[in-house]
């Protein structure tokens, strides 16, 4: 038989619907932290957030972006992680150019500070592509 304390323990507990953030387990934190820090890259980009549904994070013109944010638990590397880009954006579109997004954990929701790191060659195309587009204006 159920003490009083723990009979209003469990009728304190929600039956369902979302969790309040301080009611959150530690890796559901994470995701929403993660969803919401991809939702601004993309806004701040003026591109599409495309998460959960289709591999890439965030869809822009040329560019597939796959969003993290990093803290000192995170166990990949950036190469890995720009791999991980790579293989959503070729499946995603073939020949889209993938970009690594990295946001730090507890720098807030300024994006200022993220870094966007993509392949040399990626980046060269960029530039060129873009020396183009200025020529001939």
Known sequence: MKTEQQY????????RGPKEPSRMKSGAKARRRGKDHQK?????MGWQNRWPY???DIRGAEFSVEAKTLDSAYPQTVETMLQEAEVHANKARPGAVAVLNI??????KRLDGDLMIMRMKDFRW????????????
């Open 103 to 108: 946001h730090k954990s507890g720098s807030g």
């Open 8 to 15: 209003s323990k469990s009728l304190a507990k929600p039956t």
């Open 40 to 44: 601004r890259v993309a806004e701040f």
């Open 126 to 137: 960029m530039v060129e592509t873009m020396k183009g587009i200025s020529n001939e204006q």
């Open 54 to 56: 289709f591999g890439e």
